[in-house]
């Protein structure tokens, strides 16, 4: 069994080779450092590059691409789905991290943190500041997987309401209240705080428009850590331009990076973050555990455990 990485991963190399001590492990840069000999025999591929569908075909054995981030958009679906080669990502590895992200994003805004920290600088002590109670509020979910999970679970805790739409209506833990996507409209309007953490797919590319965020309340808050393609740019910055709605935190946009012109910078009442929201420093430790885990199963069963896409799918 031959397992091809796309990045270095520094003293996670030796780490990987210990714990597997049967797989032939080759280690790159990307899939330009990876020889003729090698594509032909690798099983796995594994890590993050610009993978191209003309790559893939040099790699006639490749059974399964363990890739090292969540979103799988840029990869050629339909083509691993023809093939029937196995994809994982590491959705879980962000959870905690993203889940407190939007924790922190609510408790800064209903505290009025921004505010504070403006009087600081402006070196004005305002002790008249009143902020607004968590308890008695309702948070929207769009998408109730694993990351709406953990930040629901959370949240339960400040005593809100807990919504969910996702693409069934099916019951998930942690959340009051789950409807199908398709009825969004009918339940955007009685949320406090909308949050967005869905995948990228071709159902979700633009699902918001203006009048999703017409129909919320003008006191709504908006959080999106799933995609930025989720609402073109245009419509968010017309959105929040004319006070539609009251406040947006923002980790991920339609283009990225921002640029130092970009309109989004003009608007005051938004606070943006530059798509760090996954980031932490325990991210390498977690997917290192989750490859180990799963490619022993794929050793043993010809299956992986943990994190599975459907490439029908998107997610």
């Known amino acids: 069994m031959k397992a091809v990485s796309l990045i270095r991963l520094g003293e996670k190399e030796e780490r990987l080779k210990e714990a597997l001590p049967n797989v032939e492990f080759v280690f790159t840069s990307g899939m330009d450092e990876i020889n003729d000999q090698d594509k032909q025999d690798l099983d796995i591929l594994f890590g993050v590059d610009k993978l191209t569908e003309s790559f893939l075909e040099q790699c006639p054995n490749l059974k399964w691409i363990a890739w090292y981030a969540t979103g799988v958009d840029k990869l050629p679906l339909a083509y691993l789905q023809q093939r029937n080669i196995i994809l994982t990502n590491n959705r879980d590895a962000h959870v905690v991290q993203m889940s407190e992200f939007i924790i922190g994003y609510i408790l800064a805004d209903y505290k009025n943190m921004r505010t504070s920290y403006k009087n600081q600088v402006n070196r004005h002590y305002d002790g008249r500041l009143i902020s607004k109670d968590l308890k008695g509020q309702s948070i929207l ?3 109730t997987g694993s990351i709406a999970q953990s930040t629901a679970q959370l949240a339960n805790a400040f005593g809100v309401k807990i919504i969910g739409v996702n693409t069934t209506g099916k019951e ?8 199908n996507i398709e009825e969004l ?3 955007i309007g009685s949320a406090d705080i909308i949050i967005n953490t869905l995948p990228q797919t071709s159902s979700t590319i633009h699902l918001l428009t203006k009048q999703h965020f017409e129909l919320m309340k003008d006191t709504a808050l908006f ?3 799933g ?6 740019n245009d419509v968010i910055i017309d959105v929040l331009k004319n006070n539609i709605i009251r ?3 923002l980790d991920v946009f339609e283009n990225e990076p921002l640029t130092e012109d ?4 003009d608007l005051n009442n938004i606070s943006i973050t530059a798509h760090i929201s996954g980031n932490n420093t325990e991210f390498s430790d977690v997917v290192t555990d989750t490859f180990i885990e799963n490619l022993k199963s794929f050793l043993n069963k010809n299956e992986v455990i943990e994190n599975r ?5 998107g997610y």
Request: charged share 25%; hydrophobic share 35%; no cysteine.
């Open 227 to 232: 995609r930025g393609s989720i609402v073109k």
């Open 185 to 187: 409209k009918n339940i």
């Open 309 to 313: 896409v459907d490439t029908s799918k």
């Open 247 to 249: 406040h947006a935190y």
């Open 262 to 265: 970009s309109a989004f910078y």
């Open 141 to 143: 979910f769009l998408g």
């Open 223 to 225: 959080i999106n850590v």
């Open 172 to 179: 998930v833990k942690y959340f009051d209240e789950t409807y």
